[in-house]
């Protein structure tokens, strides 16, 4: 058995006895998901420009959500990680709905999805508001397919991670991956590419 399987296997078991009621498994899972929780915040933060929260930040704010999730029957790795992704994604989004708040508040001009397609410049701060917005809509249209960016963008799941999750096949995530891609690069436009947002392997 590879040390990475090995890993995975002993994350599944702790999370399994967390579900259960042991509180002493949540102190031996963090370090093992602690340096992949840094790395996909990290990855997540540095796609928007002039952010100012933190990478440690993120990962603190979506720890403390993660040991609320009381009601969660977790099932394996993937499904932490999914719930992490979900966390994440409604920490950046609060985040930057509250930033354009207070920039109205200053008289600015309140960017919609529709003024994001005539967007100019990349800074914009409207980047996760606009990028939600668009998730949601594919959502109503797509469930999976919206799960399935959500899963690979704000988790940094694998298409085999994703596919284990959701209980399809790897060709069936990858072709929805790059049908969810071009729906949404349609839905943003080209500035800013829908490249910025969702570019990760595979």
Same mark, same amino acid.
């Given at each position: 058995?590879s040390?990475s399987t090995?890993?995975?296997?002993? /994350?599944?078991?702790?999370? /399994?006895e ?29 796609r ?10 993120? *990962? ?6 993660l *040991?609320?999730?009381?009601? *969660? ?6 499904? @932490?990680?999914?719930i992490a ?5 409604? /920490?950046? !989004?609060d ?6 708040r ?6 600015a001009?309140?960017e919609?999805l529709?003024?994001a ?8 701060? @409207?980047?996760f508001? !606009?990028?939600?917005e ?8 797509d ?5 399935i !960016?959500?899963?690979? @963008? @704000?988790g940094?799941l ?9 209980? *399809?096949s790897?060709?069936?995530v ?14 943003i436009g080209?500035?800013?590419? /829908? ?8």
């Amino acid at each position: 058995m590879s040390s990475s399987t090995a890993k995975t296997e002993e /994350i599944t078991s702790l999370l /399994i006895e967390w579900a259960e009621g042991e509180p002493a498994a949540l102190e031996k899972l963090m370090p093992l998901v602690y340096g992949e929780l840094r790395a996909i915040a990290r990855a997540r933060l540095k796609r928007e420009p002039g952010q100012t929260l933190e990478t440690t930040d993120l *990962v603190h704010e979506a720890y403390l959500k993660l *040991v609320n999730q009381t009601r *969660v029957r977790w099932q394996n790795r993937g499904h @932490f990680y999914a719930i992490a992704s979900q966390a994440m994604r409604r /920490i950046l !989004v609060d985040r930057a709905r509250a930033r354009n708040r207070n920039k109205r508040g200053a008289g600015a001009r309140h960017e919609s999805l529709s003024a994001a397609k005539d967007a100019t410049s990349a800074q914009s701060l @409207f980047d996760f508001v !606009v990028f939600d917005e668009a998730l949601n809509r594919l959502a109503d249209i797509d469930q999976r397919k919206a799960q399935i !960016v959500e899963l690979r @963008f @704000f988790g940094g799941l694998s298409v085999e991670e994703t596919a284990e999750f959701l209980k *399809v096949s790897p060709i069936t995530v990858a072709r929805d991956w790059k049908m969810a891609k071009a729906w949404l690069h349609k839905q943003i436009g080209t500035e800013p590419s /829908i490249q910025q947002y969702i570019q990760t392997k595979g």
